[in-house]
Each structure stands twice: as structure tokens, then as C-alpha cells.
């Protein structure tokens, strides 16, 4: 099969190019340092040329509402549109576990991603995955300033990129169904604590401040809504711990 994967150079999207390579299918990735820029939509038809399944994996990182809602329409409505006009059959978007009530910020522009992937005319599946290992890594490069990393408090149940990467091309060969199965991670964790075990791993010494965040947002974070259902969810196999000494691991 031929995949294109949009964000293939990113956080998740490097493993699910690596996953896609490793069973035998042909990858094409859509990304600005490849020449592709989907905000603009530039080239984007001759990228899809040929490809039977988009995997989304954009992004950008904002706490905007009106940054991430304009990226996450933008870039979602493009892809949809070379799709549909070059007669790819399944368009499958990364979103995250747990976010249905707390459309502000970020998640506002996921929810409004979703929206547009669930009316659209090319056959379609959403898979959300909880929070990577690599948020804790993502999150402490963003908030630390000098001997101390501010993390929201963020009850979570945290998967490794590299399973969503093989899950989202498990959801790929599996053919449009509208929704995937959930994917979260083996264990519950709180994000500061995340950052923590990772300080004690490297041997950073470092303080961390477990703050809520305010507003809708914060409380959303805090709720506990974003380790989504164990009863009902796919539960990856790479722990937190094993991931912080494993090869997975980009530093
Ligand atoms: N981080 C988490 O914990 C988490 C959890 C669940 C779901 N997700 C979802 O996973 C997805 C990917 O997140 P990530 O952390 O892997 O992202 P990331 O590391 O920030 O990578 C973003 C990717 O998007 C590409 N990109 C950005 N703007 C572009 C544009 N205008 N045109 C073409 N390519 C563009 C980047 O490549 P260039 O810079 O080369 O353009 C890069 O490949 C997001 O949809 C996010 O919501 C994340």
C-alpha cells in the first residue's frame, strides 16, 4: 500500500513512518523540510499522487484557541480536498484520548479537526492516543526556566510514540471505520511526576512545580477525562520507566 504520513518527521510521525517501512509498504512524507506545506497546500496534489491512505500526524504547538483552530481546520480541510481528488480511500487522524469536554486551547483545535474528518466524503477513521512519553520531554524543554520546570497538572496514562506509530498502521491495514479503539499507555501517571522519573533517570537535578492550570482548560487537564477508559480501550505495551532507558528514546 501506498502511505502518506503528514508530520512523517515529527514526534510520532518518524515511528509511523518506521512502522509503515517495516511492513513492507511504500511511504511518502508531507512536511515543510520535505517541500510540502500543508497549511498553504502547496504541492500537495502531486504528493498525493498515487496514495491509497493519509495518516495525519500535523502539528503545531499552541495554547491558542484561535491558533490551533486555524491550523487544525486549514491543514485538515487541504488534505481532505487533494484526497478526495485524488481518490484516496482512507484518510485516518491522530487525536487525543479524552478531550470531548474540553474544547478550549489546544484541544479546541483538535475537536474542530475531528468535526471536519467525521463529515467529510473521503472514507475515514479517527484514532486517538493519550499522552507520549515524549510529552514529559516536549513539556520541560517549554516551561523550565533556570533549576525549576512548571508542568501543569495533568493526570494522564501516558503510551510511547513508537506504539502509536505501529497502532496507526494497524488502524490503516484494519481500512476506514469511522473510530478506532482508544490507545493508551500500561499505567496511570501524573505529568509532573513524568517529568520527575525523567530528571532522576538523566541525572538532572531540577526542581518541578505540579501547578493547576487555570480556567476550563486547566480544570480539563486536572479531571483526569484525558486517561480515557481502560475497559474499553487498546493498552500499549512500553512503560514509561523502559521507555526512559530504551533506543525509542530521541534525545
Ligand atoms: N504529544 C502528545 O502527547 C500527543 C498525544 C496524542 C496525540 N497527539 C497528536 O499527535 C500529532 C503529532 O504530534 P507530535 O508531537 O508528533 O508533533 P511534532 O513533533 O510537533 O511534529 C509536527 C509535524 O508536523 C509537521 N508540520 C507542521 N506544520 C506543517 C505544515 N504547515 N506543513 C507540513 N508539515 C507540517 C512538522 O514537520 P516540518 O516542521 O518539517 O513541517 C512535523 O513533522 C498531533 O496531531 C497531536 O495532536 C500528540
Known sequence: M?????????????????????????????SRKKGVDVMEGTGLDSALEG???????????????????????????????????????????????????????YYAGKLAQERLVLAASVPHTIARAS????????IASQT??????????TLTRPVAASDVGSHLIDVVE??????????????NA????????????????????????????????ASGALRGDEGSARIAGLSFDDWLGSPDRQR
Open 2 to 30: 501506498k502511505i502518506a504520513i503528514a508530520g512523517g518527521t515529527g514526534t510520532v510521525g518518524r515511528h509511523v513512518v518506521r512502522a509503515a517501512e517495516n511492513r513492507g509498504h511504500d511511504v511518502v512524507v508531507l
Open 51 to 105: 496514495v491509497d491512505s493519509v495518516v495525519d500526524v500535523l502539528n503545531l504547538t499552541t495554547l491558542s484557541t484561535k491558533k490551533a483552530v486555524s491550523f487544525f481546520t486549514a491543514t485538515t480541510r487541504n488534505l481532505l480536498t487533494s484526497a478526495a481528488r485524488v481518490g484516496v480511500s482512507h484518510h485516518v487522524a491522530l487525536s487525543v484520548v479524552g478531550i470531548d469536554s474540553i474544547d478550549t486551547s
Open 131 to 138: 499522552q507520549f512519553h515524549e510529552f514529559a520531554q516536549q
Open 144 to 153: 523550565t526556566v533556570g533549576p525549576v520546570t512548571v508542568v501543569p497538572r
Open 174 to 187: 484494519s481500512g476506514a471505520s469511522g473510530r478506532a479503539r482508544d490507545l493508551i499507555g500500561p499505567q
Open 190 to 221: 501524573t505529568l509532573a511526576d513524568m517529568v520527575r522519573r525523567m530528571y532522576a533517570h538523566d541525572g538532572t537535578s531540577r526542581r518541578v512545580l505540579d501547578i493547576r492550570f487555570p480556567g476550563s482548560y486547566g480544570a480539563g487537564l
